[in-house]
């Protein structure tokens, strides 16, 4: 029976996971590699990393990370983070990654995107576009790890990338990171309706239940971060992840 895919996305910071709420307030989670061996055991449909700091220090993630990562993961997997040319994006596809992240780039070189897919094929690429809604309640994009605003809106954002060859999108609210309380649903709808490749919903998932409100809401898969990594009330670190027959009760 087909379902959603329901994707755990993890975030590197010096080549530690970490947790954040609003992309700030760091909190270390563990050792990459172990969490990948915990959601093989868990089964989990597909895996992201994002490199939090690499656009900052204009360096790409580690290919020697990736490469450990694609040596024990079963599942696909993606990975994002200070990626720039070519040659980095098929470094990190040679290194085991199926797809690559583009988010910084994606809004100053769009071209990149075409370049990339017209040599790997657009399901690599994928674009993310971090949003956040200004004192109006205006969805705006931002980039580099959230700390730039840029004078774009996300539907233009996402129907360039579009445009450009990317094979799909990663949406991912600002504002709803690590609060646990649902997905910003009106954004998902908004951009869902403007462009025909795949949306993933990412930020603010606290329930099987915020799953389903996102896939009615457009979205074609599901990511998600505390969810995955934090158990109860008081946020213990545990990594985890739904059985398959959670998930398909979830979405039927």
Known sequence: MFRPRVIPVLLLRQKGLVKTVRFGKFKYIGDPINAVRIFNDLEADELVFLDILASLEKRTIAVDLVRQIGDEAYMPFAVGGG??????????INAGAEKIILNTIAVSDPNLISSIASFSGSQSVVVSIDVKKNWLGKHQVYIKSGREKVAINPVEQARIAEDAGAGEIILTSIDEDGMMQGYDLEIV???????????????????????????????????????????????AVLVNYPNKEELINTFN
């Open 83 to 92: 990626i720039t040319t070519v040659n980095d994006a098929m470094s990190l």
């Open 189 to 235: 709808k908004k951009i869902t309706e403007s462009v025909k490749i795949p949306v993933v919903a990412s930020g603010g998932a606290g329930s099987l239940q915020d799953f389903k409100l996102a896939i009615s809401a457009g979205a074609h898969a599901v990511a998600a971060g505390s969810l995955f990594v934090y158990h109860g009330p008081r946020r």
